[in-house]
C-alpha cells in the first residue's frame, strides 16, 4: 500500500502499532524495513522521531485486516480535512 501526505506521523505511527501482525517499510530499492513486530508490538526504528511529514510511503501488511484497519482510518482522515 502507498500512502501519501502524512501531517501527524505520530499519530499514523501509532494506529500502526496497533498492528496483529508484521508491517514494512518498503523503500524505493525493494528493501523491506519492519515498522512493527506484530502483536502491537513497535520494531526497533524510531520512525516517528525521524519524519517531521510524510509525503509517500509504501507500507507491505502481513495482514490483510491491519492493511483494511490502516485505509479506513486514512480515509476517515482524508474526509474530515475535506469537510
Do not use: W
Request: proline share 4%.
Amino acid at each position: 500500500m502507498k500512502v501519501y501526505n502524512i501531517r501527524n506521523t505520530h499519530e499514523f505511527f501509532e494506529k500502526l502499532s496497533g498492528s496483529k501482525g508484521i508491517v514494512e517499510l518498503v523503500d524505493k530499492n525493494g528493501v523491506r524495513l519492519p515498522l512493527t513486530a506484530g502483536n502491537g508490538k513497535t520494531a526497533q526504528f524510531p520512525f516517528p522521531q525521524i519524519y517531521g511529514e510524510i509525503d509517500e510511503l509504501e507500507l507491505c501488511f502481513q495482514y490483510g485486516e491491519d492493511c483494511r484497519r490502516i485505509l479506513t482510518y486514512l480515509l476517515n482522515r482524508r474526509n474530515k480535512t475535506i469537510a
